[in-house]
């Protein structure tokens, strides 16, 4: 269990791309950077906490409206820049506190900037770029579904700073009618409610757990190594269908997603069967 | 003269929202055209809330159907508000997405089949956590798909209204049609309570609450396509006009300049009355207009 400390998208950006200077013009909390990965050219995207920001809910790695069409803009110009030629990877650097809670959000539509930015992930998706999401730390909620979660292949570090879920302890906790300490002891049994990002893995939504000694201080060896891993998840998912189905169709998922795999099979099997008769 | 008219047919109208989430979708059919699937004698139940002591239903609270609406082949999928807050868990999300799914597979074969989701929901079932958050990042997946084939239709007819991750799913539908007991948006006003204070957001405050995620201010400032009474028929009626409307050129989740400039506008040192985005926003917005 850590606090979310918004200091991994940073380091990582920088690892992986070896520049510091983001593309300009955009809000301080969304950096883009294009850089050589393999014998692509990717765009690596990270939203990172700006308290200088102008949405004072915003300020702290959460993402609000404006990181989302930040992140929607950039995505897009992909897009349509290589719409006549090799789709460019796109890699999601994520460590995100939360989406932003706040009254101004709400009243002007957060919701939708955060469906503007998986809009655009999902295109690229079924476009045909490589999307690959890398979890480097936090990864909750509203804030994942908007940086991540669209993506062809999703890759984590097996560190204990990494985290997924839907929402932060205390919370699920009070509304969920538990303490803390039973949320935790339920995650031991009950995969989708833990916190540890091993057990995350066990549900099969995964593409790959990535082992890193210093997620926070890389080494030259650890950052190639990650570099590494990316390139091939963006080879398999050149190679594999656009949509999100190697989540249930993973080894883990044909264990752990049973129900989810059987309510498909009784769904097709009733849809066919009325299409006869309609 | 047409006022008396109308007030006879609303003493006279169906109410929509005092449906539960079965009749809901079978009264958006053509008589006696739809048929369930994977219906609760099927027993398709959460495989997650025994083990929590939380009763499973044999729906999940997803209600799937298909039949013809304006005589076209469709599928309508139903959230049960009643049942955990319409939450997503494994098996309704998987539902979801795999009645979309099949929509979007018959579309590719040549079969047109259009889409309605009804969504009364807080987004995700937090005894699944997880694989509920996970089940809307793929039904938000399969609407982008589907979506480019047939509009996707989204109701939120309210009381529940739709929030957390569903709000995105929301967000990516083609149209949205709601009342004026609905509400939409990603926070409610009791976790932003929690999480940003009081002052912030004070969840006791019923105006305020409706003034921003109402139906009359999201169709008003254009984040929802039309704005229809409690009634039955208007959103039978709804539902028609915007199938026979088809794919809208551009979605509203791809007019990213336009929100974005949008929100570069705006000045965040200070809140916002709801009724000043209605005035700002809606000039460059052409929502559809109930009669």
């Not at chain 1, 883009?32 to 702290?60: K, M, Q, S, W, Y």
């Not at chain 1, 189905?245 to 769904?267: P, V």
């Not at chain 2, 959230?79 to 319409?86: H, V």
């Not at chain 2, 009364?120 to 997880?130: C, F, I, K, P």
Request: glycine share 8%; with cysteine; proline share 4%.
């Amino acid at each position: 269990m850590s606090e979310y400390k918004g200091i991994r998208g940073t380091v990582w950006l920088k690892a992986l791309t070896g520049q510091s200077a983001p593309l300009g013009g955009d809000p301080a909390s969304v950096l883009t950077i294009d850089a050589p990965l393999g014998e692509d050219n990717a765009r690596f995207l990270c939203v990172v906490p700006n308290p200088e920001g102008r949405f004072p809910c915003a300020r702290h790695g959460e993402v609000g409206m404006e990181e989302a069409y930040t992140l929607a803009t950039r995505v897009r110009e992909v897009i349509h820049e290589d719409r006549d030629r090799l789709k460019r990877p796109i890699v999601a650097i994520v460590d995100v506190k939360s989406q932003a809670y706040g009254r101004r959000e709400e009243t002007a539509g957060i919701f939708l900037a955060g469906a503007a930015a998986a809009d655009a992930y999902g295109s690229a998706r079924l476009a045909g770029h490589p999307v690959i999401a890398l979890i480097v730390g936090h990864a909750f909620s509203g804030a994942f579904l908007t940086h991540g979660y669209q993506a062809n292949r999703l890759l984590a570090f097996d560190d204990d700073g990494v985290m997924i879920h839907a929402m932060h302890k205390a919370a699920a906790a009070r509304i969920t009618r538990r303490t803390v300490e039973s949320l935790e002891e339920l995650g031991k049994t009950i995969a989708p409610l833990s916190y540890n990002i091993r057990d995350y893995a066990k549900l099969g939504l995964l593409y790959k757990l990535l082992h890193v000694e210093h997620p926070e201080n890389p080494s030259p060896a650890e950052i190639e190594g990650v570099q590494k891993e990316l390139i091939a998840a963006i080879h398999d998912a050149r190679n594999s269908p656009v949509d999100l189905r190697s989540r249930t169709t993973s080894s883990e998922a044909l264990d752990m997603r049973k129900a989810s795999i059987q309510t498909r099979r009784l769904l097709e099997a009733q849809w066919a069967e009325i299409r006869h008769e309609q | 003269m047409s006022e008396q008219r109308n007030d006879t047919k609303f003493i006279n109208r169906q109410s929509f929202i005092e449906l539960n989430a079965r009749e809901r979708a079978e009264v958006l059919f053509d008589a006696g055209t739809s048929r369930e699937l994977a219906g609760p004698f099927d027993r398709m139940e959460s495989p997650w809330l025994a083990m929590q002591g939380v009763t499973p239903q044999a729906d999940d609270g997803c209600v799937v159907m298909k039949g013809k609406i304006s005589g076209q082949s469709t599928v309508v999928i139903a959230l049960e508000g009643a049942f955990q807050g319409g939450s997503m868990g494994e098996v309704s999300g998987e539902k979801l997405a795999a009645a979309l799914d099949l929509a979007c597979a018959d579309n590719e074969k040549g079969i047109r089949t259009n889409a309605v989701m009804l969504l009364e929901t807080g987004g995700v079932r937090l005894q699944e956590a997880n694989l509920g958050l996970a089940s809307i990042a793929e039904i938000m997946a399969s609407i982008l798909v589907l979506r480019r084939h047939v509009p996707v239709i989204c109701i939120i007819a309210g009381t529940v209204g739709c929030f957390g991750g569903m709000s995105l799913a929301a967000g990516l539908a083609s149209y949205v049609v709601m009342t004026r007991e609905a509400r939409l948006g990603m926070n409610g006003p009791e976790v932003i309570e929690q999480t940003s204070g009081v002052d912030e957001f004070d969840s006791s405050d019923r105006a305020l609450i409706w003034a921003i995620h109402g139906g009359e201010q999201r169709f008003a400032m254009g984040l929802a396509d039309a704005l229809v009474e409690d009634d039955a028929q208007q959103m039978v009626e709804a539902v028609q006009r915007f199938i026979a409307k088809g794919v809208p050129a551009v979605h509203r989740s791809s007019e990213v300049a336009l929100y974005r400039s949008r929100i570069a506008a705006l000045d965040p040192s200070r809140q916002w009355d709801p009724k000043e985005l209605r005035a700002a926003w809606k000039a460059g917005a052409a929502p559809e207009v109930n009669q």
